[in-house]
C-alpha cells in the first residue's frame, strides 16, 4: 500500500479508535464488549448491570456523540475559514462567534439567571449576531474586502470581550461568576440527548454545505480575482461559508462553552500529511478535528475526581503541536496557504 494510502486509512480508523476509547474510557470504566450488549440489548457478550445501563445510555453515548460531531464541525469550520482568508492561523473565533457566544451566555447567566435551554438559547444568538455585526460592518461603503472583515472581527471581539468583562465584575463572586468562568472555559458534562437533537440537524447541514463545495473553497483561496475570473460568485460563496462556519461553532459553543485550538490545530496537522487540497483535507480535517476533541474530553473527565474544562487540555495538546508544525515546517506555515 502506498504511504499515502496508509496516512489516508490511518486517519480513516483514528476516529472510529477514539469512539470506542471516548465510550469506554472514565471514572466508570466500560469494557468493549459490556458496550456491545447495552448497545445490541443481549447478555451475550458480558452481563450488564442497570448501572451500566444507564451510564451509557443516558450520559456517555449522548456526550461522546455530540464531542464527535463538535470536534469534526470545528475542524471543518477551521479549515473553511483558513482558506478563506487565505491564513493558516485564522481560528473560528476571527468572525466574533465565539466571543459573542460568550457575551450572550454572560448575560443569561449573570443578568437574566435563565435555565440552561436559556443559557444556550443566547449564547447562540450571541454568536450569530456578533457575527451578524462584523458583516455588516465589513460591507459598510459597499466596499467588501477580507482586510475589512478581519478588521471587523477585531473591533466586535473586542467589544464583546469587553462586555464580558463587565458582566463578570458584576456577577456575584460566589455563584454566578464561577458558573460563568466554568462554562467560558467548555465543557461536555451538560450534554444530553435532547441538546444532540437539537445540534445534529446544525451539524449535518453545515458540514455537509462545506464538504459538498468543498473545491469551491480551492477556487477562493486563490484570491478574489482568480476566484471571479474562473466564474465563481465571489461574495456570495464567501458569505454562504462563512454563515455555515459561523452556524456549526455557534451551536458547538451554545451547547458546551468555548472549545479552543482544535480549529485551528486540526487543518494544520491534515495540511502537514495530505498537502493543501481541500477536497482532500475538509474531510480528513472533520475526522482529525473529532478524534482530537474525544481524546481531550475523555482526558478531561478521567484523570481527577472533578472534570478539568476541556479547553485546558486541547491547549494543553494544540500548542506543542502547533510548535512542532512550526519548526517542521521552517516557517513556511506563517507563509499563508
Not at 474510557?25 to 459490556?34: A, M, T
Not at 473565533?93 to 440552561?116: K, P, R
Not at 455585526?133 to 469587553?162: C, F, P, T, W, Y
Request: aromatic share 8%.
Amino acid at each position: 500500500m502506498h504511504y499515502r494510502s496508509k496516512l489516508i486509512f490511518a486517519a480513516g480508523i483514528m476516529p472510529l479508535a477514539a469512539l470506542i476509547f471516548s465510550m469506554s474510557w472514565g471514572r466508570y470504566p466500560l469494557s468493549f464488549v459490556k458496550i456491545l450488549s447495552i448497545l445490541f440489548h443481549t447478555d451475550a457478550f458480558a452481563a450488564v448491570s442497570t448501572a451500566d445501563y444507564n451510564i451509557f445510555m443516558n450520559i456517555r453515548l449522548p456526550r461522546t456523540l455530540f464531542v464527535f460531531l463538535s470536534g469534526g464541525a470545528i475542524g471543518l469550520s477551521g479549515v473553511s475559514l483558513q482558506s478563506l482568508f487565505r491564513n493558516p492561523l485564522v481560528a473560528p473565533d476571527i468572525i466574533g462567534v465565539s466571543t459573542g457566544a460568550s457575551l450572550g451566555a454572560a448575560i443569561a447567566i449573570v443578568l437574566l439567571h435563565t435555565s440552561s435551554a436559556g443559557i444556550q438559547l443566547c449564547a447562540f444568538a450571541g454568536g450569530i449576531g456578533a457575527t451578524l455585526l462584523v458583516l455588516k460592518l465589513s460591507d459598510i461603503g459597499g466596499e467588501h474586502s477580507l482586510i475589512r472583515l478581519v478588521l471587523a472581527g477585531v473591533i466586535i471581539n473586542a467589544l464583546a470581550g469587553a462586555g464580558v468583562s463587565l458582566i463578570k465584575y458584576m456577577a456575584d463572586p460566589l455563584n454566578e461568576l464561577p458558573a460563568l468562568e466554568f462554562w467560558l472555559m467548555g465543557c461536555f458534562n451538560v450534554i444530553t440527548w435532547r441538546k444532540l437533537a437539537v445540534f445534529l440537524p446544525i451539524a449535518v447541514a453545515g458540514c455537509g454545505f462545506i464538504l459538498l463545495f468543498r473545491r469551491q473553497l480551492n477556487i477562493l483561496s486563490l484570491g478574489d480575482e482568480e476566484a471571479a475570473s474562473l466564474g465563481t460568485p465571489v461574495k456570495k460563496m464567501r458569505m454562504l461559508f462563512i454563515i455555515a462556519s459561523t452556524l456549526l461553532v455557534a451551536s458547538v459553543v451554545s451547547a458546551a462553552g468555548i472549545i479552543s485550538w482544535i480549529g485551528l490545530i486540526a487543518p494544520h496537522v491534515i495540511r502537514l500529511l495530505f498537502g493543501n487540497n481541500n477536497y482532500k483535507v475538509a474531510p480528513l480535517s472533520f475526522m482529525c478535528g473529532a478524534s482530537l476533541l474525544l481524546f481531550a474530553d475523555t482526558v478531561a473527565r478521567s484523570i481527577s475526581g472533578n472534570e478539568i474544562p476541556v479547553s485546558i487540555i486541547t491547549a494543553i495538546i494544540g500548542a506543542p503541536i502547533l510548535a512542532q508544525l512550526m519548526l517542521r515546517r521552517n516557517n513556511d506555515i506563517w507563509i499563508g496557504i
